[in-house]
């Protein structure tokens, strides 16, 4: 199976209404971390980065940098769990 990174990219628009963002900000330990540390527990799941201008489909070596916005989609208890992670850091 192939995978095309548009198709990705036309599901993310489509689920940007719903879906929670998260952004790393200043007092965040998650600043210059990899994506592959942080350990979301449950379902949830890091969807897409906005970062630099540009929606993209993420990869685990991704550096963190304040600024950085994470489109996560899971159950809401993950996300609960998700949201308080990323906001304590």
Partial sequence: MEHNPFTALLLISALALIM???FIMAGTDLNLWALRKIRLR???LILCL???G???VPHADHVLELGDRLGLIGSPQALEQA???L???
């Fill in 42 to 44: 449950g379902d949830a």
């Fill in 20 to 22: 929670p963002i998260f």
């Fill in 83 to 85: 949201e308080a992670l």
């Fill in 54 to 56: 540009e929606t993209v």
């Fill in 87 to 89: 906001l304590a850091g």
């Fill in 50 to 52: 906005h970062w630099d």
